[in-house]
């Protein structure tokens, strides 16, 4: 029987959990890299084989980085129900403890939330371990989404959580103390598959793709390409009032699994950026994700960065592809997010044609430029997180964060890359190959922190 693709090659999951202390470092880390890089993993425990990727459980890795030192590298599953085989779907409808929690990892509050969107977050400490499922002390109704968005102006926290049953789609506000002030019905969605959103310093905006709940599939994500299926973008003012004035506007079939970033421009129509991918696609990566026979190609290979701008005096939205380069994972200097902004980050993956390779992108949307860093052969970095520098006055100036996988060394570093020119900095031996994975977050040290 042929291994699934996403047990092999970079995604081959670890088998257990280690701690490693005083790693060795190659070149200078800067003094701010004061923190936790805590950074999540589809990983199955031994013996286990999902039926789709995104089904594999959550393994998060943090590396503590101080005074230039990196002070050690650890992982841990995270320990749910599901991690032990407990169902998602019971007698009494959906367990939204039972999660992989193999998605996300974030901080808001003093909470390390590890997340999936099919459930409610998981509580870690600051060690890795698991706490338990959180849900707001009880104010959150839904699963939530695995991209919540933290507003760099007010602190709060928004997020969505969608369901390929009625209600479609809820949205909450937590304010910066981690209480939940706001949660609301979305009116007019649908079964659509909602991943990611955005948000702008005075609306959400959010995406529903080509792709909608199909329940004849059998992989365990019950999703599908549906043509019937209407794409859209729902753009809801941010106010107490805002889901009765909501406007949903048609756009080209697509489907988007995660925002670069969205703003109001100095016309007022909101722009919105993110890789986007057509049928064929989103049927070469399903194909993968699923572990389908000759697949031939690996996930993201038509993942092609594209902008909307809705106008919405005129009721219209203008579409265009930005590039011809697959990439994947965007990111983007935080303090930016909801505002105009010049640089984007992401990922690089071949096409379905072997054109292109891995690497880290930057995108200069002023120019229109793109500079790629070459990742090497047979390594794979992962998504590059930005930290910014001390005493920064321009939106470049910091630092990306990315874990590379490298097949030929069976090994891992945490690459350090000048966000300006992408020009290397500095590099933190792993004492094990970390399973290519998803999502992660930078956690700068707080004073509670100083002595962990």
Known sequence: MTRKPYLTGHYTPAVDEITATGLTVEGTLPPELTGRLIRNSHNPKPGVTPTHWFKGSGMVHGIRLRDGRAEWYRNRWVRTPALDGAPYMTEDGPDLTASTA??????HAGRLLALSEANFPVELTRDLDTVGAYDFDGLL????????????????????GSSPFPPFLMYYVADARGRITRSVEVPGATASLKHDFALTRHHVVFIEGTVTFDPTEHSGIPYAWNGDQPARIGVMPRGPRGADQIRWFPIEPGSMLHAANAYEDARGRIVLEGPTVDREGFLLSWNWWVGAPGRGTEPNA???????????????????????????FPTLNEDFIGAEYRYQYAVSFPDQHGYGGYGIVKYDR?????????????????EAVFVPAAGATREDDG?????VSDLKQDSSQLLVL???DLGRVAAVHLPRRVTAGIHGSWIPDAETDADA
């Open 141 to 160: 109704r839904s699963a939530m989404t695995a991209h919540p968005k933290t507003d760099p102006v007010t602190g709060e926290l928004h997020f969505f």
């Open 302 to 328: 038509r993942s092609y960065t594209r902008r909307w701008t809705i106008d919405m005096a005129a009721g219209r939205v203008v579409e265009q592809t930005l590039d011809d380069l697959a990439v994947e």
């Open 418 to 420: 000048d966000a300006s």
């Open 366 to 382: 002023a120019t229109g430029g793109r500079r790629v860093h070459q990742a090497g052969d047979a390594r794979l970095p992962g």
């Open 399 to 403: 630092y990306l964060l990315t874990v």
């Open 102 to 107: 193999g998605t996300h990892v974030i901080e």
